[in-house]
């Protein structure tokens, strides 16, 4: 993983946000909510810019906050958002009218292994976005995959894990031990399949970059 002096040296470069995604950023650390790190997100807003999407998908929601980014900065493209949890699909819903974004988001809320019926009608997508549970990674992509565009997208968060994934080191939580070694299995079955190219980006909590090859091999 980068550094902390390298990550605050590179945090003064990012483009102030503004007072509606501040406040989320500050309501996420306050009910230790996961949204994505500053870094992460200004790099994966990059890269959405050069591709332009037109159609994203994002498996996980929480309260909106990488949505309405997206939104923010592709002001042509259409998001559509899942979200399980009822507290945060409603506190998304709230911002997303604060920040003028509902002409952009839909949100479905449910469980993104029951839902992909409704998630269908409104395929293909450019981008598929994963910041879910990560044990389940594996079955959003292969359940969600089919739906993606010739040479679209799929960017998966938190794929270093808080660098668990390389330590060498004995991880004593049995949880994160098993959350671990299932990101871990997850980066190499990626890197393993020939109808993508992938590349792991160490920004944020790693984000994977997973794009199409437009013909199966």
């Known amino acids: 993983m980068i550094s902390k002096e390298i990550v605050q040296y590179i945090k003064q470069f990012i483009p102030e946000r503004d007072k509606q995604i501040k406040e989320m950023e500050r309501y996420a650390q306050e009910y230790d909510i996961p949204i994505m790190e500053v870094t992460g997100i200004e790099v ?26 997206m939104a923010k900065a592709l002001p042509a ?33 449910g469980d993104a292994l029951n839902v992909y019926s409704d998630v269908a009608k409104a395929a293909p997508f450019d981008v598929l976005f994963i910041d879910a549970a990560k044990g389940q990674y594996q079955r959003f992509f292969e359940l969600y ?63 994977a970059i997973s794009r199409k090859r437009g013909e199966r091999q």
Do not use: C
């Open 44 to 69: 994966m807003l990059h890269i959405l810019k050069i591709a332009q999407p037109k159609r994203i998908l994002e498996i996980g929601t929480a309260i909106g906050y990488s949505a309405i980014r």
């Open 77 to 109: 493209a259409e998001i559509v958002t899942i979200e399980r949890d009822k507290e945060r699909y409603e506190r998304a819903l709230y911002y997303i009218n604060q920040t003028g974004t509902s002409g952009q988001i839909r949100v479905i809320f």
């Open 145 to 207: 995959e089919p739906l993606l565009a010739e040479n679209g997208l799929i960017i998966t968060d938190n794929v270093l894990f808080k660098g668990l994934v390389a330590t060498e080191e004995p991880i004593e939580n049995k949880r994160m031990r098993q959350l671990a070694a299932k990101i871990r299995r997850y980066n190499e079955w990626l890197a393993g399949r020939k109808d993508y190219e992938t590349i792991i980006l160490p920004v944020g909590d790693g984000v």
